[in-house]
Structures are given as C-alpha cells and as structure tokens.
C-alpha cells in the first residue's frame, strides 16, 4: 500500500529511510511548538491564550504536513511561519493595537486569496512583478526584526532614552546567561551539521533556567489545551475595512515569498526539479494556502513551507512518507503542553516587561538564517540596491515590514522612472506602488 501511494522504489528509498528522515525533520522543526505560543500570547502583542495557540499549531501543521504528503508526495514539512508570527503578534496587534481576531481574519483573506488565485496564475505574475532585489531585501529586513526582538527577549538589549535601545547593563543576570549558554550552544552545533541543533539548544536553555530557579518543572504530558477560546473565533468581516487591506496584502506577499523560496530551495536539494521545473508544484501551493486557512481557523498564525525540511532529506526523506511520520509526532506533541508552558514561559526582567530566555537563541538564529539572503542583492546597481537597503533598514529599525515595503516599491518605481529605466518595472510593480502612494496621502489626510 505504501509503496501504491508513495512511489517508494521510483524515488530511489525505503521505508525505514522515510522514517528516519520525518523524524529528522520534527526534531529540526519543533521549536516552533514552543516559540509559537509565546510569541502569540504574549501580553504586549496578540495576547492569546497559550494552550489554545499550541493546540492550534500542532492541528494546523499536521493539517499541511499531510496534504503536503498525499496531494505533492514531498517530503517538505509545513508549520506556523516564523517572521510571519511576530508580524502578526508584535505589528499588527501590538503595534496597531488591532484585535487578534481582526487579524486573524486577515489570515483567512489571504489564505482564501492563495487557494483562488492560484487555480487562475495569478500567483506566479504577482511573483514575477517584483524584481529579486526587493525579495531578498524584505527577507533580510524581516530577519534583522527577529533577530532584534530574540536580543530583546534574552535581556541582552534593553530600552535607551538616548539611543532608544543599548546592551543590558548586568550581563551576568541569571537570564541573560541562559539565553547566551543556549545561543551558543545552537552556534556550535550548526557548525557540526547536527540536526535538532535549534531545540537541543533550547533544551540546554531550559536546563539552565531549572538550574537558577527561574522556572520550576511540573512535569511533561497531559491532555491537550482546549482548543476554545481560538476556534473559529476570527472576524475577517472587520478586516475587509479599507485601513487593513494593505495589511491582507503583506500576510499574502510574505507567504508567497516564502512558500516559493522555501519549494525551490528544497527541491533542488532532494533533485525534485525538473530542469526549472517543480512537479506537482500547484499541489504544494495548495497544500499551503490550505494550511494556512485551517491554521486561521483553528487560530494561529500563517501557515507555510519550512526549510528545515532538508533535514530530513539530508536524511533520506524523498517522499509524502516521510510527512506523515512528521504530521504524526505533531499531533503526538500536543499531549506535552505542561513542558511547552514551561519552555515558553515569560519571566519577569529586572527593568520591566517579559524576557523569553529560552525562546531568544532560536529567534536569533532564524534572523542569521535569513540574512544569507544580503548577498544576492546586486549593491553595484543603485537603481536595486538602494531600494532593497531602504526596506531592510524600514523593516529592522522601524519594527514595520508594512512600511518597509511600501518605502522599497515607491523608491524603486521612482530611481527607475528618474534614470529612464522605465521598462525594468514590471506593469503591476506601477499599481502596487501608487496603491501605497494613494495609502500615504490617504493617512496625511
């Protein structure tokens, strides 16, 4: 049977190979059933209850993980996106100070608008209109965001009334050497290529943190959190309200640009392409966009491919198999809530707020995982290069990927239409960028 549905012989593996890999990708990829629900229950963000978030995370991943499996046969495991989840949680919520609901619904819009767009092409145009330059500056200015929040989540950067933010004074406070203990434990490990190197780390975080009485161990398994106070509980009627479409827009833009990095980088590294080909490619669209609308269902954040997939094919993961002993220890993990609380739980620091000493060196690592992106930007060519800097710089230092995009396509239009390279813009790039123009003016008003 196995055979039947996943082509085991024609994709050159085993059954036991496909084994070893899903669960070699769980292991990489399971942080985020910890990081998600402090990310989103935190108090100055969306502020959602945390077993809701963790039962929704576990549900929705093993959701796409599966329709990755049975719809693309692909070994490319799906979970909540990070970067996705502080946009939502610290930007939109906290920042704009809009309901998580209203948010939420916003996820749905753009997950609905994923699944109907696609069947039509339209996906493929909207991701050829932006030039590469700006894809890859979003994707940096998004990485130096989170890398920014886990300094502040570790206490290692603190707020300045002269700089705005400086390095914490006490650096021998007990949080801020767990956080560093686990960072560089993780650092290490990555040099070795040792799978799971992101959650040993946290572990050796969360032993620390035991360790300075900073947190206190109760045990590992119960019954999963009640899934209530998030089911179903988005309104995407109020997100439909003129101020929140460019909100939709950037939920949408940011899981295409992510979906599609993520598919082809790896594909190429399984030897799934087909010359410039991904077989099967709409189905993983699809399986995405799904996962993202089940995610807003059940309530957490957008749903999409993770890179950390490769894990598992550096394993020998080649087929839908290998998810579906992935999606299986998903759905597994939501009997252990006692030990994600206990991981992502936010401790008091000594000036003010909430550190998430454990939660830090994994959100470190993500925004040095996107910076590799820095490079492929051509810094030769102005007309490019300064539009990508402006967008990073607006995403990191303004907390705003919104803006950042908006600032990056208005500069980009503009250089090229001042230096007569008009035919370098792609049409929808000129009506993405006056929808912007046409927001600012309408905000000055």
């Known amino acids: 049977m196995l055979e039947k549905i996943f082509h085991l012989s024609e994709n050159g593996t085993t059954v036991r190979r496909e084994i070893i890999g899903g669960m070699t990708t769980f292991l990489t990829l399971s942080y985020i059933i910890f990081v998600q629900p402090a990310l989103l229950s935190d108090p100055h963000g969306a502020g959602m209850d945390f077993g809701a978030v963790m039962t929704a995370t576990c549900l929705s991943s093993a959701l796409a993980i599966f329709l990755m499996a049975f719809l693309a046969n692909y070994p490319i495991a799906l979970a909540p996106g990070m970067g996705h989840n502080v946009f939502f949680s610290f930007i939109v919520c906290g920042a704009m ?19 109907i767009l696609g069947a039509f092409g339209f996906r493929k145009a909207i991701m050829d209109c932006i030039p590469p330059a700006l894809k890859f500056g979003i994707a940096v200015g998004i990485g130096l965001m989170i890398a920014l929040l886990g300094l502040e989540w570790a206490g290692l950067v603190i707020n300045s009334e002269a ?22 434990v993780i650092m290490i490990l990555s040099c070795y290529n040792v799978r799971g190197s992101v959650l040993l780390g946290m572990i050796v975080s969360g032993v620390l943190a035991w360790w300075f009485g900073l947190i206190v161990y109760d045990g590992a398994f119960a019954m999963p959190p009640s899934l209530a106070p998030t089911f179903f509980q988005l309104d995407p009627i109020a997100a439909f309200s003129t101020g929140f479409l460019t909100i939709i827009f950037i939920f949408f833009i940011l899981d295409l640009f992510d979906t599609i990095a993520t598919l082809v980088g790896v594909a190429e590294l399984g030897g799934f ?72 739980k936010g401790l008091p620091a000594e000036t003010g707020g909430l550190v998430y000493p454990i939660i830090a060196p994994a959100l470190i690592v993500v925004g040095f995982l996107m910076m590799r992106a820095v490079k492929l930007i051509p810094w030769d060519d102005y007309t490019e290069s300064i539009p990508a800097f402006i967008s990073i710089v607006f995403i990191a230092f303004s907390f705003s990927p919104t803006e950042g995009i908006a600032f990056g396509f208005i500069s980009y239009t503009i250089l090229k239409l001042t230096t007569g390279r008009v035919r370098d813009v792609h049409p929808l790039m000129w009506i993405i960028s006056l929808v912007f123009i046409f927001r600012y003016f309408y905000l000055a008003m």
Not at 97 to 114: E, H, N, R, V, Y
Not at 169 to 179: K, R, Y
């Open 163 to 184: 700089t705005l933010v400086t390095v914490a004074t006490d650096l021998n406070a007990p949080h801020i050497l767990v956080s560093g203990a686990g960072l560089l």
């Open 97 to 115: 100070g809009i309901p998580w609901q209203t948010a939420m619904g916003a996820i749905l819009i753009s997950g609905c608008l994923f699944v």
């Open 273 to 344: 392409m087909k010359g410039d080909e991904l077989p099967r490619a709409r189905q993983a669209l699809l399986s995405d966009a799904i996962g993202t609308v089940g995610g807003a269902c059940l309530g957490t954040s957008t749903v999409t491919s993770y890179v950390e997939s490769c894990a598992g094919i550096s394993d020998g993961a080649r087929t839908g198999l290998a998810n579906v002993v992935t999606g299986l220890l998903f759905l597994a993990a939501l009997f252990t809530e006692p030990l994600v609380r206990l991981l992502g």
